[in-house]
């Protein structure tokens, strides 16, 4: 391929004029063709409850552009932080990420958390490796140093991280006021219980409890996806299709009476990185089905109703499907009216 050629490293040497040759030019032509090949870099496959792979042969070829993390401003742009260089690499055999192998994951591994699975290569690297940071959230900030929350939003929360393990990386913040502001981290601790903290430079951010931020590692890279490890620290089973995601068996997000618009953060749910959420509602025992989604908690952007039919069918008495955008952080209202026996149930996310 010619794009994993480019720029000739000719043409940053000497002064004044450069030489370029007809392969050079063959080398760029064939580049900008193969540059419309690699919008989407290669899908995540779940291999099991440990572990994730990126497949690949010697004819389908994995390649990826090194361009940074989807920015959280602009769909479909993307943001580098400057640690990136937006090159081209490739793999043509496939590489598989463990979540119990160690070197596979930042810090140690935890329950309930959503990890951003990475494609990593060194300046001089033609191939690519794979690995996972947990996304995080703020718990409180004094000094430019943030206490971490976890992504249940229910407490605080450490990573097992080495001592300064992440610094000379950045923090992009993904939700709340500082949305789509980056900051180069100078420290963080090691703390493995509820006390992890991450340090960063330049102007204070403006963070609330709950507010999202991943962190830009300090080598070429790109984001390829978000994979959830469960309550009982194993992986939840998806299938990826660029930038649509699904669950092979559908998660529960509400369930029973909801007596008025109710704000639910669906963090263990769907990733802050989705702009979109697909689901059902479904009814038991008889129930007529109801559902209201709102995006201000006041007026209703989806309704979902329909009359209980007269038997079973997979559990249920009644379904009707959804797909609608999210509030900013995984949030959404919902509303039922009281009705018992309801349930609302995720399939999958768009980002």
């Known amino acids: 391929m010619s794009l994993i050629h480019l ?34 870099a290669p899908p995540l496959e779940y291999v099991d409850q440990a572990s994730l792979r990126v497949n690949a042969t010697g004819d389908c070829k994995a390649r990826v552009l090194l361009c940074g993390f989807p920015s959280p401003v602009h769909p479909g742009q993307w943001v580098s932080g400057g640690l990136a260089d937006g090159r081209y690499r490739e793999n043509a055999t496939p590489l598989t990420l463990n979540f119990a192998t160690s070197g596979h994951i930042w810090g140690t591994e935890k329950a309930n958390q959503w990890y951003a699975v990475y494609a990593l290569a060194g300046a001089a690297d033609t191939s690519f490796t794979l690995k996972a940071m947990p996304v995080m959230r703020v718990s409180s900030q004094a000094t430019q140093i943030i206490t971490l929350r976890n992504n249940g939003n229910t407490g605080d929360i450490g990573y097992g991280l080495s001592a300064n393990e992440l610094a000379d990386g950045k923090i992009l913040v993904l939700s709340g006021a500082s949305r ?125 109703q329909a009359p209980a039919p007269s038997g079973d069918f997979q559990g249920v008495r009644g379904a009707m499907p959804f797909s609608c955008r999210l509030l900013e952080g995984s949030r959404l209202y919902f509303n039922n009216e009281n009705t018992a026996n309801q349930v609302v149930k995720i399939t999958g996310w768009e980002e």
Not at 17 to 40: N, T, W
Not at 194 to 217: C, E, H, K, N, R
């Open 7 to 40: 720029p000739q490293a000719k043409w940053a040497s000497g002064t004044g004029r450069q030489v370029i040759l007809k392969s050079d030019f063959e080398k760029i032509e064939q580049a900008v063709l193969e540059g419309f090949q690699l919008a989407l």
């Open 180 to 304: 789509g502001l980056v900051r180069l981290i100078t420290a963080n601790n090691s703390d493995n219980d509820a006390a992890g903290t991450i340090t960063y430079g330049g102007s204070a951010l403006t963070l609330a409890q709950g507010d999202w931020f991943m962190v830009l590692p300090n080598t070429n890279f790109r984001y390829l996806g978000m994979v959830f490890n469960g309550s009982d620290s194993h992986l939840a089973p998806f299938y990826q299709e660029g930038p649509y995601f699904h669950y092979a068996t559908p998660r529960q997000a509400a369930s029973g009476a909801i007596n008025g618009y109710t704000l639910f953060d669906l963090g263990l749910i769907v990733p802050p990185t989705a702009r979109r959420v697909r689901g059902f509602a479904a009814a038991l025992s008889g129930y007529d089905l109801k559902l209201a989604v709102s995006y201000d908690g006041s007026n209703a952007a989806l309704i979902l």
